[in-house]
């Protein structure tokens, strides 16, 4: 699969760096490097990139603090971590802001599928008759990837946005866990087996933090984005 777009790898050690940037390459993607956080949030500012690979274990300002910032700047370029951690709440960590945790060592064949399916989640296209999706006071421009709760604006991550949309666009229907996975994350999705729970988690905290809560869990079944139930 021949991948167009721009990626900044980011990580201290050169060797791994330069083994992912051939990758890609190789891949059709256009690379650049920083090895510090602070050289990553210079250039992701800037840059335009369509992907960072962002190493957490930093020298200076650490992966996930990098992300926040960027995050907080409203910069949502998707963003995969790559790190020597992996124990579970580093990798919940890593997802509640980022769109995908891989763990060294890794493969790298694996590490550059996982990129192509995080990118092409971030490709959706609507007609321009469906720009604008509403459910009760929940509004979705899928043009700019913008969302609301009244007039109150919500900032998602890349993969957040996605998995919302597909809740919204199959409203008071349920999904099983399974039928989300296959068409947020792609079939054959290799990462971590709950990913699904844990996105449907961070989706609660933004959207149903207010009233009334539209994200419920249908015991046995999976999820459906619909009226409180009585």
């Known amino acids: 699969m021949t991948g ?3 990626i900044l790898v980011v990580d201290d050690e050169p060797f791994i760096t330069d083994v992912l940037c051939a990758a890609l390459q190789f891949e059709g993607f256009v690379t650049e490097e920083a090895a510090t956080g602070r050289q990553a949030l210079a250039k992701a500012r800037v ?6 690979v962002l190493d957490v274990m930093l020298p200076d300002v650490d992966g996930l603090e990098v992300c926040r910032r960027l995050r907080a700047e409203q910069v949502s370029t998707p963003v995969l971590f790559l790190t020597a951690r992996d124990a579970t709440a580093d990798k919940v960590a890593g997802l509640a802001l980022g769109d995908d945790y891989v763990t060294k060592p890794f493969s790298i064949d694996e590490l550059v599928a996982r990129i192509h399916a995080v990118m092409r989640r971030g490709t959706l296209e609507e007609d321009a008759d469906q720009a604008i999706l509403r459910f009760r006071d929940l ?3 899928v043009r700019t990837h913008e ?5 109150q604006p919500i900032e998602l991550t890349p993969t957040e946005f996605n998995l919302l949309l597909h809740l919204l666009r199959n409203a008071r229907q349920v999904l099983s866990k399974t039928q989300i996975l296959d068409a947020v994350w792609d079939e054959g999705f290799i990462g971590e ?8 988690s961070y989706l609660r905290k933004k959207i149903d933090c207010f009233d009334p809560p539209l994200i419920h869990t ?4 999976g999820y459906s984005l619909r009226e409180a139930q009585q």
């Open 218 to 221: 249908i015991r046995g079944v």
């Open 139 to 141: 509004v979705v421009d």
């Open 47 to 52: 840059g335009g990139y369509d992907f960072i």
């Open 193 to 200: 087996s709950n990913i699904v729970e844990i996105y449907i």
């Open 4 to 6: 167009i777009g721009r």
């Open 147 to 151: 969302v609301w709760r009244g007039n």
